[in-house]
Structures are given as structure tokens and as C-alpha cells.
């Protein structure tokens, strides 16, 4: 369906993404994680050529977008805000896409805005948040693309709204096989949707992964010792999610068994194994740098 190719991008003086490699699948919903300035974004606006890569290519069923523009039209980016719908209604907004995109559909757009009761008079910038998220998407999907990027589509919206948005996803690959590129940090949204995620971590991808078998690969552990581990537990470079005297709540690879070793040796009171969530592995894998 879509392949990224070796993409390669430098902004003032650094290099943001390094030889990136992924190829999306028809119908699935992929989720690109990252910490803030990661270059998710940088990657999204890569794809869809608002940026020009250093090197690099991406394909849409073998055929260069770069040297191809038409083929964009099957690829829609919706961005974290969209300056460029501010001064437009609903009706004038539809006008315009029409004129871009001939399978732009008319009656399912009608049909989305009804059903969330989004208003079709009101000029874009006069909406709430999760109402420009509702119409941005409504629109997208109303193109008929065969991919859409999503930046942080849920952001700053509330629990009603992020659940019809996700609810819309869902039904939009189901319905119609499209495939989905969503960045998000509502990492519950992402294990929600995603069949599969992969992070960009040191300007490289990294763990493209189901995640359901990320989840398989780690594990929570909440021990309890007879002596303080936390200075050991940092220098062994054992992610501590909580702490609370000698109560530990740790995140770990399964495959880590010198650490499981480790913490054997130490003869724990307590050593309960849990399920992990995405969120918690998120913390373990990015917040090593920060809190261990």
C-alpha cells in the first residue's frame, strides 16, 4: 500500500529522521510513538510532500509521490490544527475539496455531519476544539483517500467526543479499507485502534511491532524487599514506574533474565506479575533517560 523508503530529513543543522523504513498496510490503523520533538510530525508532513525529505522516497502501490503530485490525492494529511479552514464554513470547505478531489463524497460528509451535529453554517475557526477535530476528519474521510495521517487527531478534546472520534476511525477502516497513520500521546487511544505501532526514538524507527506482542514482551512486576534497591535498581537500568519505600512497581522485557535474576537474588517479599499497558511501556522505554 504506502512505503517509506530510506527517508532522511535534516532541519537546522539536525538531523530529525535517519534512513526511516515502514510500509503500511491496507486497512490497519498504525500508531507512531515518540517523545515530544521526535519527529513524528516532521514524518507525516514528509509523506505528504508539505516538506521535501533529503533523501529518501515514499510509495503509494509503487509509484513515487514525489514524482507523481496526483497520487497525493490518495494520501490526505489532517494536522494538529489547520489555519488554512479558518476563514470557511462547512459548505464553503466542501466547495473547495470538490474542485480537489473528485471522489470527494458529498452525501457521507452530509451524513457525518448530521450524526454528529457539527454546525455547517459557523466558519471553522469559530468551533470549539473537538469540533474542528470532527469536521477535519469528516472531511478526510469524505475525500475517500486510501491513507490518512493523523497528528494527535484526539488532542484536547473531551471523553465523548475522543471516543465518537475513535468510534469514526474504526468504522472508516472497517467500512472502507482505508489505512490509518495516527501520532498520538493518549497512548489508551493508540492501544485501543492500533493493530500495530512502531517508535521513533534517536531520529531512527524502532519496535515495529502488533501490540499485542509488545504487550507479550514486557511485564510488571511489584515487589517489596527488606532494603532499599533504588540507587542497585538505577545503575542496573531497571525502569521504576513507582516507589514507595522498599514497594516497587517495575516494567522489564520478558527476555531480560539477568534482571530477573537480579532481583531474584535480592530475595523479594512480594513478587506479583502483571499486565502491562502500552502507556506503561512507553514510560519504561522513553523516561530511562530522565528519571533512571
Known amino acids: ?51 521535501q525529505p533529503d533523501k529518501g522516497e515514499v510509495l503509494f502501490e509503487n509509484v ?13 494529511y489532517m494536522p494538529v490544527q489547520n489555519p488554512a479552514y479558518d476563514r470557511y464554513s462547512y459548505k464553503q470547505l466542501v466547495r473547495t475539496l470538490r474542485t480537489l478531489y ?12 448530521n450524526r454528529y451535529g457539527v454546525p ?30 493523523l497528528d494527535e ?4 478534546i473531551d471523553a465523548v467526543t475522543r471516543h465518537d472520534l475513535l468510534q469514526l476511525m474504526i468504522d472508516e477502516v472497517a467500512h472502507r479499507n ?12 493508540i492501544e485501543r485502534i492500533c493493530n500495530r505501532i512502531a517508535f521513533l526514538e534517536d531520529n531512527q524507527l524502532a519496535d515495529v511491532l502488533n501490540v499485542d506482542d509488545l504487550k507479550e514482551n514486557y511485564v510488571k512486576l511489584q515487589l517489596a524487599f527488606n532494603q532499599d534497591l533504588t540507587l542497585e535498581m538505577r545503575k542496573k537500568g531497571i525502569p521504576i514506574l513507582e516507589s514507595t519505600g522498599v514497594f516497587y512497581t517495575v516494567v522489564m522485557k520478558q527476555e531480560d533474565r539477568e534482571s530477573h535474576e537480579w532481583l531474584r537474588s535480592h530475595e523479594p517479599k512480594i513478587w506479583n506479575e502483571l ?18
Not at 499486565?275 to 533512571?292: D, N, Q, T
Open 1 to 51: 500500500m504506502l512505503q517509506i523508503k530510506k527517508l532522511t530529513k535534516t532541519l537546522d543543522g539536525v538531523e530529525v529522521l535517519k534512513e526511516i523504513d515502514l510500509t503500511l498496510e491496507s486497512g490497519e490503523i498504525f500508531g507512531l510513538l515518540g517523545r515530544n520533538g521526535s519527529g513524528k510530525t516532521t514524518l507525516l508532513r514528509c509523506i505528504q510532500q508539505i516538506i
Open 153 to 156: 487527531p484526539t488532542d484536547g
Open 64 to 76: 513515487s509521490i514525489f514524482d507523481h503530485p496526483l497520487v497525493k490525492r490518495k494520501v490526505i
Open 178 to 189: 482505508t489505512t490509518i497513520l495516527i501520532t498520538s500521546h493518549r497512548l489508551e487511544d
Open 120 to 149: 455547517e453554517t459557523k466558519k471553522y475557526r469559530e468551533l470549539s476544539t473537538g469540533l474542528k477535530k470532527q469536521l477535519g476528519l469528516i472531511l478526510a474521510f469524505a475525500i475517500r483517500p486510501a491513507v490518512i495521517l
Open 102 to 113: 473528485p471522489d470527494f463524497d458529498v452525501t457521507y460528509a452530509n451524513e457525518l455531519m
Open 275 to 292: 499486565p502491562v499497558s502500552l502507556e506503561e511501556i512507553f514510560i519504561a522505554k522513553f523516561g530511562g533517560k530522565r528519571r533512571w
